[in-house]
């Protein structure tokens, strides 16, 4: 029997169904092997909290020796400096508009807050929210380095650095995100080689203007472990913390490092050659495609071939059994972060399935 299957043996008689389950004791090795790795390499780890959005897996994080946390918007940055963490950065190009100036100002009065920019009108928006502190404030440029997403040239970034210092912020470096190292596992190194090449000339951008990039931070889960060069300071994991089928699709974990599953019960077995389960696009989310499926059944080689609002179409294979109505399955999500946020609380336990506690997912639904 397949470890997660076996875990949810164990507990199946408290669970409600759809509800992830996380084994406590395969995310604290992940994180200990993350943390070892930049120790090896001499990098600092700020986990991203996307993907988990959960306060006690970050404490779990910074008590390992996580010097911070990355947040993805000004909401969640709120409920983990609300709950202690004092060194956050938000790395994002957050528009300061509506109310999110004075929030952005507050928590900089509270906590040691980054903000990620990359274009001058942003620089000139935060400072003037930041109204007479602005050196509360502290600036990382983003730069893009291949995924094409948000990001200023590379060569920019020390005139972006100069317009923040000149209205008092302070710029402290440069970051980048190197998306396109998910779309195959042969574009990881890639993709980390190209991350090396923006960041060497965004630092070298800001020495060209007088500012010297103290923080030079990479990410991401998928390319984490070819950001080894010297000039890198910290890296931004999220979703090692849990991992997914992508990411071992990708080579970036092992099977035995998924500690995130969703429990689903199967409720219909009309239709042959598949069943339906209780699980469809309101917890999963839309991440997949008929070809690799959206979510794999633990232990087996059936996918959930097709999904409706609450209902999961898992094909099964001629050579597979079909499991019948009421059999609870463990589903491994092909992305975990939309599923954390589909839900209120995770069901933590280990991988023996005892002693389940519920924790919060306190930064859900926190999007702007």
Same mark, same amino acid.
């Given at each position: 029997?397949?470890?997660?299957?076996?875990?949810?043996?164990?507990?199946?008689?408290?669970?409600? =169904?759809?509800? !992830?389950?996380?084994?406590?004791?395969?995310?604290?090795?992940?994180?200990?092997?993350?943390?070892?790795?930049?120790?090896?390499? %001499?990098?600092?780890?700020?986990?991203?909290?996307?993907?988990?959005?959960?306060?006690?897996?970050?404490?779990?994080?910074?008590?390992?020796?996580?010097?911070?946390?990355?947040?993805?918007?000004?909401?969640?940055?709120?409920?983990?400096?609300?709950?202690?963490?004092?060194? *956050?950065?938000?790395? @994002?190009?957050?528009?300061?508009?509506?109310?999110?100036?004075?929030?952005?100002?507050?928590?900089?009065? =509270?906590?040691?807050?980054?903000?990620?920019?990359?274009?001058?009108a942003a620089v000139e928006?935060?400072?003037?929210?930041?109204?007479?502190?602005?050196?509360?404030?502290?600036?990382?440029?983003? *730069?893009?380095?291949?995924?094409?997403?948000?990001?200023?040239?590379?060569?920019?970034?020390?005139?972006?650095?100069? #317009?923040? /210092?000149? /209205?008092?912020?302070?710029?402290?470096?440069?970051?980048? @995100? !190197?998306?396109?190292?998910?779309?195959?596992?042969?574009?990881?190194?890639?993709?980390?080689? %190209?991350?090396?090449? #923006?960041?060497?000339?965004?630092?070298?951008?800001?020495?060209?203007?007088?500012?010297?990039?103290?923080?030079? &931070?990479?990410?991401?889960?998928?390319?984490?472990?070819?950001?080894?060069? %010297?000039? *890198?300071?910290?890296?931004?994991?999220?979703?090692?913390?849990?991992?997914?089928?992508?990411?071992?699709r990708l080579g970036a974990? %092992?099977?035995?490092?998924?500690?995130?599953?969703?429990?689903?019960?199967?409720? &219909?077995?009309?239709?042959?050659?598949?069943?339906?389960?209780?699980?469809?696009?309101?917890?999963?989310?839309?991440?997949?495609? !008929?070809?690799?499926? @959206?979510?794999?059944?633990?232990?087996?080689?059936?996918?959930?071939?097709?999904?409706?609002? @609450?209902?999961?179409?898992?094909?099964?294979?001629?050579?597979? !059994?079909?499991?019948?109505?009421?059999?609870?399955?463990?589903?491994?999500?092909?992305?975990?972060?939309?599923?954390?946020?589909?839900?209120?609380?995770? *069901?933590?336990?280990?991988?023996?399935?005892?002693?389940?506690?519920?924790?919060?997912?306190?930064?859900?639904?926190?999007?702007?």
């Amino acid at each position: 029997m397949h470890r997660l299957q076996r875990a949810l043996d164990a507990l199946v008689e408290r669970v409600d =169904t759809p509800a !992830p389950i996380v084994l406590i004791d395969v995310v604290q090795r992940n994180i200990d092997r993350m943390q070892g790795f930049a120790a090896q390499h %001499d990098l600092q780890v700020r986990p991203h909290v996307k993907t988990h959005k959960c306060v006690e897996i970050g404490r779990l994080q910074v008590e390992a020796g996580a010097v911070g946390i990355t947040a993805g918007n000004v909401g969640e940055a709120e409920v983990f400096a609300a709950a202690g963490f004092d060194d *956050i950065f938000l790395a @994002y190009p957050v528009w300061p508009a509506g109310t999110k100036g004075e929030r952005i100002r507050r928590l900089a009065g =509270t906590t040691r807050l980054r903000v990620g920019v990359d274009n001058v009108a942003a620089v000139e928006a935060l400072a003037d929210a930041m109204g007479d502190e602005p050196g509360r404030l502290e600036i990382v440029v983003e *730069i893009d380095c291949g995924a094409r997403r948000s990001g200023t040239p590379p060569e920019g970034a020390g005139d972006l650095a100069l #317009a923040a /210092r000149k /209205r008092g912020l302070v710029p402290v470096g440069v970051y980048t @995100y !190197p998306g396109h190292g998910s779309s195959a596992p042969d574009a990881r190194e890639r993709a980390a080689r %190209d991350q090396e090449v #923006a960041l060497a000339t965004a630092v070298r951008s800001f020495a060209g203007v007088g500012v010297t990039a103290e923080v030079v &931070s990479a990410g991401s889960t998928p390319t984490v472990a070819f950001s080894t060069s %010297d000039l *890198i300071t910290e890296i931004r994991p999220g979703e090692y913390v849990f991992c997914d089928m992508d990411n071992t699709r990708l080579g970036a974990c %092992d099977e035995d490092q998924i500690a995130l599953f969703v429990a689903t019960t199967v409720v &219909s077995d009309r239709v042959p050659g598949q069943v339906i389960l209780d699980i469809g696009t309101k917890a999963l989310g839309r991440d997949g495609d !008929p070809q690799r499926g @959206y979510g794999r059944i633990a232990g087996r080689t059936s996918v959930l071939s097709k999904l409706n609002e @609450y209902h999961g179409f898992l094909a099964v294979p001629p050579e597979e !059994p079909r499991p019948g109505v009421g059999t609870v399955l463990a589903m491994v999500p092909n992305h975990v972060c939309p599923i954390v946020n589909n839900f209120e609380e995770l *069901i933590v336990t280990d991988s023996q399935g005892t002693m389940p506690q519920r924790w919060s997912v306190a930064a859900r639904g926190r999007l702007s």
